[in-house]
């Protein structure tokens, strides 16, 4: 009897411990499957924007203009992610990166947590106009 109740309880601890590995795996695959769709969502956006724009790129460079991010619009097909357009990145920072398209005045697409969802607002994605000529 005293074995049987040794090896119930290896078990249940065995088990136990095997358990604990579920809730962090399934948190990591929901936000990676939310990266996923904020990326599918930033390129329509942009898609969406070389669509809409005249000959003269009057939207794409009103965007390269900005000074400061517009506000965070959601997204009507998920309302926990929200975007912007800005002229610069927010994910580097503009003096310590030797990169050309960190710079100010490379239009891009920004899609973070809407403060909503979740607080902190992180960005998720953020994409780059490729940069057609300025008339």
Do not use: C
């Not at 249940?12 to 990266?35: D, H, K, M, N, T």
């Not at 898609?47 to 965070?72: A, C």
Request: glycine letters at 4%; zero cysteines; aromatic letters at 6%.
């Amino acid at each position: 009897m005293v074995e049987v109740i040794v090896a119930i309880a290896i078990l249940v601890i065995g088990i136990v411990g095997v358990l604990q590995f579920f809730p962090p795996s399934l948190r990591a695959s929901s936000e990676a499957a939310l990266r996923g769709h904020a990326a599918l969502l930033a390129q329509r956006k942009m898609e969406e924007i070389r669509r809409d724009d005249n000959q003269s790129f009057d939207l794409i460079n009103s965007i390269r203009t900005l000074e400061e991010p517009t506000e965070p619009i959601p997204f009507p097909e998920d309302d926990r992610l929200v975007y912007q357009f800005h002229s610069r990145s927010l994910l580097a920072d503009d003096e310590m990166s030797g990169n050309v398209e960190d710079m100010p005045g490379t239009p891009r697409v920004i899609v973070r947590y809407n403060t909503q969802y979740r607080t902190s607002g992180d960005i998720l994605v953020e994409l780059r106009f490729d940069s057609p000529p300025v008339p």
